[in-house]
């Protein structure tokens, strides 16, 4: 990010937050200045420069389920997988769980609203909710305020109960389990529902993937 654009979202951030969190578009500021995003592990996606002219797969949405799969996939070297993006990269700002709800409608954010509502909405212009979701690779949970929620278990039970052998909880339980890494102590000892020393929603980059950006 250049100075300018971090000076201009620092501005924006002080014109909008002044007087309550003042801090915010300094920390901002910082995080461009000392090139934090150089320094982000996480931070080395790149675009796919030549494109084969045929995958073993193709995931079309690079957002935590995506990320998922394609890191799964790309566990065999064999593999040629190719991730379809419709946003960009993440900033300085993405990785800073406070000023997720500055991304609110921000370029990262499909900007979707809510048709005209007869009983919800309605302090919101026109009776219109946003109804935020993430455009970037990462996808909402590059938005969201990462707080761990597993469904309802009744939830599940009713689906299969609707005819989806394998989707009761007890069969999904396993799979949330694989993917936790619960450093609650108290949590941790209730092995029935919790797990620890997994990896949560990670994106390997492998040298069989290539990862393209689309314009929508
Ligand atoms: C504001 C907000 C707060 C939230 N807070 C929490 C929370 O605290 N805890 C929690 O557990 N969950 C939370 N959630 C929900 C959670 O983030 C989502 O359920 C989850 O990220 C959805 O994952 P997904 O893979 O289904 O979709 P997404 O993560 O949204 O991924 C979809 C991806 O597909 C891309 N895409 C879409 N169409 C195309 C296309 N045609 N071509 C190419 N790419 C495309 C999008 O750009 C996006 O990157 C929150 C969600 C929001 C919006």
């Not at 809510?114 to 996808?139: E, I, N, Y």
């Not at 990462?146 to 599940?156: A, W």
């Not at 396993?174 to 990670?202: C, M, V, W």
Request: glycine share 8%; net charge positive; charged share 20%.
């Amino acid at each position: 990010m250049g100075l300018v654009t971090a000076a201009t979202i620092a501005i924006k951030g002080a014109t909008i937050l002044l007087g309550k969190v003042a801090i915010i578009p300094v920390l901002i500021a910082a995080l461009a200045y000392f090139n934090y995003d150089l320094m982000d592990p996480e931070h080395q996606p790149s675009v796919t420069k030549n494109l084969r002219k045929e995958y073993d797969f193709v995931v079309i949405g690079g957002g935590s389920a995506g990320s998922v799969v394609v890191n799964r996939l790309t566990e065999n070297p064999e593999w040629s997988v190719l991730l379809l993006e419709a946003g960009g990269h993440e900033t300085e700002i993405t990785d800073v769980p406070i000023l997720s709800l500055y991304l609110h409608k921000s370029k990262v954010d499909w900007k979707y609203r809510t048709q005209p509502q007869d009983t919800a909405c309605q302090a919101m212009v026109d009776r219109r909710c946003c109804w935020t979701r993430g455009k970037v690779l990462g996808g909402s949970s590059v938005l969201n305020t990462m707080l761990y929620v597993r469904g309802n278990r009744r939830d599940f039970d009713q689906w299969e109960s609707f005819g989806n052998p394998g989707w009761g909880y007890d069969d999904v339980l396993p799979y949330f389990k694989k993917s936790e890494d619960q450093r609650n102590p108290y949590l941790a000892r209730n092995t029935k529902y919790h797990a620890t020393g997994k990896i949560l929603i990670p994106l390997h980059i492998h040298k069989s993937m290539g990862i393209l950006y689309i314009k929508l």
